[in-house]
Nanobody, 124 residues
């Protein structure tokens, strides 16, 4: 059983930056970030796999950057130019079956491990 622990959330003003980290207890095949705002569905933010494939949601392209260590034990999300609409609980997700990019990468069913979430609040 892989455990994921997120850190780095917090409150920031619009235009500011935050860096999220997610540490996995074991190496995984791919790791990503999702977010969920109150009253909305969980949506994919970015994903990265051990082979170097990366995908971003359109709404963060150019502002967020995902990176990971070579062992795929830790994944980071650098968030710049934050907007109030980025306010949400951010969840780390990982998969041990190489399914992150099966179909749509943002399908939550592609991931078999989830963190508890870290809150990001952006004030305008």
């Amino acid at each position: 059983q892989v455990q994921l622990v997120e850190s780095g959330g917090g409150s920031v003003q619009a235009g500011g930056s935050l860096r999220l980290s997610c540490a996995a207890s074991y190496g995984t095949k791919c790791m990503g970030w999702f977010r969920q705002a109150p009253g909305k569905e969980r949506e994919g933010v970015a994903v990265s796999d051990a082979g170097g494939s990366i995908a971003y949601a359109d709404f963060v392209t150019g502002r967020f950057t995902i990176s990971q260590d070579n062992a795929m034990n830790t994944v980071y999300l650098q968030m710049n130019s934050l907007k109030s609409e980025d306010t949400a609980m951010y969840y780390c997700a990982a998969d041990s079956r190489e399914r992150c990019f099966r179909g749509f990468w943002s399908n939550t069913s592609n991931y078999n491990y989830w963190g508890q979430g870290t809150q990001v609040t952006v004030s305008s």
